[in-house]
């Protein structure tokens, strides 16, 4: 069994977006991001993703935005910092500096653009936890690296000490259904597509690492406790709630969508970097149309958060 407590590495987990402000970082909103998200439930914060554009950040700023991540989380919830590249040598260097800010883990993609053979994969991987002691999260997500991770090499990678899981963004069910034969049950498998979570959880993933999860926490962190207590009924009334807003969100490019309706809701300026731009008009009332019928219910779950919380302080 892995020495890491990998229980507190489950639930929605919300996969950051980054805000900018006249091209640089937008800290304070960063820090309002991530303050909103452990308030509304989120079990974790993962910056430095696909959602945080993390291919068009500095390194020094992938590294101030871990900081900021580590300082608001405060330790109330583990904070998994991306730190993953296409070049090896990179991705150590990256997953060293996540440990020296503070993180809980790393999320490392899997080499994109380079298209490694399966043992490539598997000698990046192991020469990246061979270096550093802090939990890795595999990150598969072949529509953007051009490669995926085959069921084998998971498994192999899954017996080595400090690979603790993987986040799950392939798609591939089928692989979903046979990996939780294949792996320990303490091995961590994340759902990655938000249009997937419930079928994940169905298959024994012990949670997800959301987009959704940035506009609507409260809903995403009430639908895992409606699994994690067996009331299907209300995970399959959240679920169908959650799916327009799933699908609007993927309109575009991730997180062209998001970014612009966060920026409706008030909560970031909605710049992008390039080659990113602004969403294409014609997709605004789809978005707005997915959102507004579920704010309600949003509230409410928020309003059961509070009171949870203050219950238990009682």
Known sequence: MKKYAVGKFKGSMVALVTPFKDGRIDEAAFISLCERQIRCGSAALVPCGTTGEASTLTHQEQSRLIELSVWAARGRVPVIAGAGSNCTVTTIGMVAEAKRLGADAVLCIVPYYNRPSQEGLYQHFLS?????????ILYDVPKRTGVALELE??????????????????????????????????????????????????????????????????????????????????????????????????????????????????????????????????????????????????AEAMISVDLSRSIAAE
């Open 153 to 298: 090499t998971i498994v192999r990678l899954s017996e080595l000490p400090n690979i603790i899981g993987i986040k799950d963004a392939s798609g591939d069910l089928a692989r979903a259904a046979r990996m939780r034969h294949y792996v320990a049950p303490e091995f961590l498998r994340l759902c990655g597509d938000d249009a997937l979570v419930p079928s994940f959880l169905t298959l024994g993933s012990q949670g997800a690492i959301s987009v959704t999860a940035n506009v609507v926490p409260a809903l995403c962190a009430a639908l895992h406790r409606a699994w994690v207590t067996y009331d299907t009924a209300k995970l399959q009334r959240i679920s169908s709630d959650l799916d327009p807003l799933n699908k609007a969100l993927f309109l575009e490019s991730n997180p062209v969508p998001v970014k612009w309706l966060l920026s409706r809701l008030g909560l970031i300026q909605g710049e992008l970097r390039l080659p990113l731009v602004s969403l294409n008009e014609r997709f605004h009332a789809q978005i707005l149309d997915s959102i507004k019928p579920i704010l309600p219910a949003e």
């Open 128 to 136: 990246v936890q061979s270096e550093s002691n802090l939990p890795v």
